[in-house]
């Protein structure tokens, strides 16, 4: 094995979608599959036994579901979690948001965005298809708002500067680290300073979901 490759775990019920993910990403030569799993319970048994950096976990599979298990492999701080879906837009997409995905792929994902997601995310930017990271902020934004609990969030709020609230502002509207770093005129470097302080002042684990807190805020 490279030492520098991502090592990655692919949880999916179905043996063909694995075989064709695995195919895709260990041809870039980035990438080593180290396990695979037909169920959200194998899915964590495994990341607990092999600690890959990547989980690319299925949404919906039988048994204990992606939701349930990308909140443990989460909370255990075992891996980064990208949501494979098909994108329908329901209570399990939005319920990975909650869970701690670092992002959504598309189950039609090309190998080149499919490599280069993973690494991404490996590398700690989570990075999601801005066009797919838009279409789930606004199906949470349309979503009844659940309860609020406006101290909490504006003594948050409150904890950031100017310029980090046009992060999280821009975090709302989906948008890349370069597009972030264009609309602020300012480095991709910056900008990752910008989110990692954004997100620990939130609460935070993604990005992501300091996008949806950012759009049930406005």
């Known amino acids: 094995m490279t030492p520098d490759r991502v090592r990655v775990l692919l949880a999916d019920d179905h043996a063909a979608i694995r075989a064709g993910l695995r195919l895709l990403l260990e041809q ?6 180290v396990g695979e799993a037909s169920d959200g319970d ?15 976990m299925d949404v919906r599979m039988p048994g204990t579901d992606g939701i349930a298990a990308t ?8 891996a980064e979690v990208v949501a494979l879906t098909t994108f329908d837009l329901d209570e399990y997409v939005l319920g990975m948001v909650r ?35 838009r279409r789930l902020l606004d199906a949470v934004a349309a979503q009844p708002a ?4 406006p101290v909490v969030v504006d003594a948050r709020l409150a ?3 100017a310029r980090e609230r046009d992060v999280l502002t821009a975090l709302g ?5 370069a597009e ?3 609309r602020l005129v300012v480095s991709e470097t910056t900008v990752k300073s910008h989110v990692s302080h954004v997100l620990a002042k939130l609460g935070v684990r993604t990005r992501l979901q300091a996008g949806v807190l950012a759009r049930e805020v406005r």
Do not use: M, Y
């Not at 909140?71 to 075992?78: N, Q, S, Y």
């Not at 659940?146 to 609990?149: D, G, I, K, L, Q």
């Open 71 to 78: 909140a443990a492999i989460v909370g255990e701080r075992l």
């Open 42 to 56: 194998v899915a964590l048994r495994q990341a607990r036994a092999l600690r890959p950096d990547v989980v690319l």
């Open 180 to 182: 972030i770093a264009a």
């Open 28 to 33: 870039s030569g980035r990438v080593e599959v």
């Open 173 to 177: 509207d989906g948008l890349s680290n």
């Open 146 to 149: 659940e309860p609020p609990a």
């Open 159 to 161: 904890n950031l500067t």
């Open 99 to 133: 869970a701690g995905a670092a992002g959504f792929l598309l189950k039609t994902a090309g190998a080149r965005e499919l490599v280069d997601a993973v690494c991404r995310v490996a590398a700690g930017e989570g990075v999601l298809a801005p066009e797919v990271t």
